[in-house]
């Protein structure tokens, strides 16, 4: 058994959005103007992130965590593989998880399958690959239809983990993909290949489909109520149907945290980059205010039938999480754990005993935070609150699921 | 409403039929019956009455069977090659509107011996330079949470007329008038996604295959598919006459103006 594994994850916010943004402008994704991008105060951004995300290494995180995504102010990573790249070299322990890359949009899956394999080997074996299908703003970013998009992503999903496994030269008889002559060079480091991620949001087709093929399922949503706690008791009964049984290692969310010496000093150090964060880089992904393009009706990806389903429960207008007025509702919301040392310890092991998660993907910069305070509070919690969580997990994690072991994925199963 | 079930090559295909008479086939759009309502809109009921009405459901449609073979729009033109030939349907009048309108143009530069005349109402299907297809998908995507609006305003004259708002309700609407939306929706991102939007390049210089007299009207005020589609149908089919605007209607002109574009339409197929 080990203890619950601790990753800090770097959107790579665009920082330098005006105040008034969002009076001014109607969306932060896919059409936001880019001439409000600027090269002046843009110089140098990237260093500072990469540094960030090294740091965390040096902090004894357990990996660094990095996304794609395009033309918003959210995610500057289109390729985050480029980031994973500098990263092979600016780290030296923790793992690389690219979570992942967003296999619809490649126009043949062989380069992601040559890229992490590099990745793989310039890490030294560190590389943790997440593939992803997209969501609603990249099926508008790359013109990707939507209604095979989860056909497409399991087609080039399964040709890459094959080209890891399988000597080559074989020819691929796709219907999405198909290729002639599939002979991976490089080769990836770890065997039978990298741990794979999926991320979701607990479509029972999607967790299915993990537990198949024995991957870690990575529940995407940023908000942890109730939700949480159902989506792991789903997954571990779909595993349970496949023969498989449940770890947390099995498992991984998202979530966002600041830590400050005390709760008042937390909030108020981090209060401008958390409603910078939620005012403008939620607003067309997860806000109400002009036009939501994550999900519905116009990216059709789901089955008619399970669009029938969610409708039946499905509120219009209802709240998203960049919808909250107060910082009350927010804390409420379980989005972004804010205190001292002790609140933030306390909140994450009271989600950890309930949500049996193994993997937390950190966020610790938000919107426009400064550098120092994103490393202040990184370094408090690699002091003040990881020790306890790693201690309390291990214990609660050796007596729930005793006798497992953790390895047990998708490279046990080959 | 009379539908049924037919069986084409091992596929369910939905269909309404109405009237009597030389058949016609009619193939919807977004604001239409199968992609809204599950009967008649009063347009149909008045071709009706004068011609045997067939409207299939388009693949993923209403209770046809969704096809996960289709990526273009040769595919469906396919598809209805084999509906044709299940119904039987030699000779027939060919009325599509909006996406319904693009594949009965391809079915026409295809087979122009099938069709008696045709009918195209502010069809999409072409490319013209400087005068893309609206953006329905972004534009079915809602504002402030539960706002169709934009949908509305790109499908009809204006977006708070009353048969917009009834067809394209803020909010929720009617469950299964969602579900059929959304089927549009989904049929249409595999065949009208990509390239932007809605357009099957090569279309254009195959108009003048089309032997058949036909008829292109528009709305006034169309904000999906621009007019000089219209004009670019019209100038492309050689049996076809001027193009018919329609005052005052927007994309679904036979949705906003039914009883004038019935009375085009019935016109030109007893002419």
């Known amino acids: 058994m080990k203890p619950v594994q601790l990753f800090c994850w770097h959107f790579m916010a665009y920082p330098y959005l005006a105040r008034d943004f969002d009076e001014k402008e109607y969306t932060g994704w896919v059409t936001v103007p880019n001439s409000l991008w600027d090269n002046n105060k843009a110089r140098g951004l990237y260093q500072e992130y990469i540094d960030q995300l090294a740091y965390a290494d040096e902090l004894g995180f357990d990996g660094m965590v990095l996304n794609e995504h395009h033309q918003n102010i959210y995610g500057l990573m289109p390729s985050p593989n480029i980031i994973a790249s500098a990263l092979t070299q600016r780290s030296l322990h923790g793992k690389i998880v690219i979570l992942g890359n967003l296999l619809p949009l490649h126009m043949n899956p062989m380069r992601v399958a040559e890229e992490y394999a590099m990745l793989d080997q310039m890490s030294n074996g560190r590389l943790i690959a997440g593939f992803a299908p997209g969501g609603g703003p990249e099926t508008f970013n790359y013109d990707v239809p939507s209604a095979n998009t989860r056909e497409k992503f399991w087609e080039a999903a399964d040709l890459i983990v094959r080209s890891w496994t399988e000597d080559g030269p074989f020819a691929h008889e796709g219907r999405y993909f198909p290729l002639r002559y599939v002979n991976l060079w490089p080769k990836p480091l770890q065997q039978p290949f990298p741990p794979v991620w999926i991320p979701g949001s607990r479509s029972p087709s999607t967790m299915a489909e993990v537990a198949k093929r024995g991957y870690c399922y990575f529940l995407s949503s940023r908000s942890h109520g109730g939700e949480t706690h159902r989506a792991q008791q789903e997954f571990a009964a779909v595993l349970e149907k496949h023969g498989d049984k449940y770890h947390p290692f099995r498992f ?114 938000l919107g426009n935070m400064p550098d120092h305070l994103a490393r202040k509070s990184m370094k408090l919690f690699a002091e003040k609150v990881a020790p306890a969580l790693r201690h309390d997990s291990l214990k609660q994690f050796t007596t729930e699921y005793p006798g497992v072991n953790v390895e047990s994925s998708a490279e046990a199963l080959h | 409403m009379s539908g049924r079930v037919i069986d084409v090559n091992g596929r369910k295909v939905w269909l309404l039929e109405h009237g009597t008479g030389a058949p016609l086939l009619y193939l919807h759009g977004f604001a239409d019956v199968h992609s809204v309502k599950e009967n008649w809109l009063p347009f149909h009921d008045k071709l009706a009455q004068h011609a045997r009405v067939i409207a299939p459901a388009h693949p993923g449609c209403g209770q046809t069977d969704e096809n996960k073979d289709i990526d273009v729009i040769e595919d469906v033109a396919f598809h209805y090659l084999e509906v044709l030939d299940a119904l039987q349907l030699t000779q027939f009048d060919l009325v599509g509107s909006c996406v319904g309108g693009w594949i009965a143009a391809e079915l026409a530069v295809r087979h122009p011996e099938r069709i008696r005349k045709l009918v195209l109402i502010g069809a999409s299907g072409l490319f013209v330079e400087g005068a893309l297809i609206g953006d329905v998908f972004m534009m079915a995507q809602p504002e402030y949470g539960q706002s169709y609006a934009s949908l509305r305003q790109m499908l009809f004259a204006s977006a708070d007329q009353a048969n917009a708002l009834e067809m394209f309700p803020d909010g929720k609407g009617d469950l299964e008038d969602e579900v059929r939306r959304y089927q549009m929706l989904r049929l249409s991102s595999r065949i009208g996604f990509k390239p932007p939007y809605f357009y099957n390049r090569p279309l254009r210089n195959r108009l003048h295959r089309i032997t058949s007299p036909a008829l292109v009207i528009w709305g006034e005020k169309d904000n999906f598919v621009p007019h000089s589609h219209g004009e670019t149908y019209a100038r492309s089919i050689p049996g076809t006459g001027e193009l018919k605007v329609v005052p005052g209607a927007g994309h679904s002109v036979h949705v906003e103006k039914p009883e004038e574009t019935a009375k085009l339409v019935l016109d030109f197929l007893a002419k």
């Open chain 1, 252 to 365: 991984g969310i998202l979530m966002s945290t600041y830590v400050g010496e005390t709760d008042q000093q937390a909030r108020e150090e981090c209060e401008e980059g958390v409603w910078y964060f939620l005012k403008n880089c939620l607003k067309g992904h997860l806000r109400r205010q002009g036009r939501q393009l994550t999900y519905g009706p116009g990216v059709p990806y789901i089955p008619a039938a399970a669009w029938r389903e969610y409708l039946k429960d499905y509120k219009p207008g209802r709240k998203l999480l960049g919808d909250v007025e107060n910082w009350e509702e927010l804390d409420a919301s379980q989005s972004i754990i804010v205190g001292s040392p002790e609140t933030v310890t306390r909140r994450i092991q009271n989600l950890i005993e309930k949500a049996k998660v193994g993997n937390l993907l950190i966020q610790f910069q």
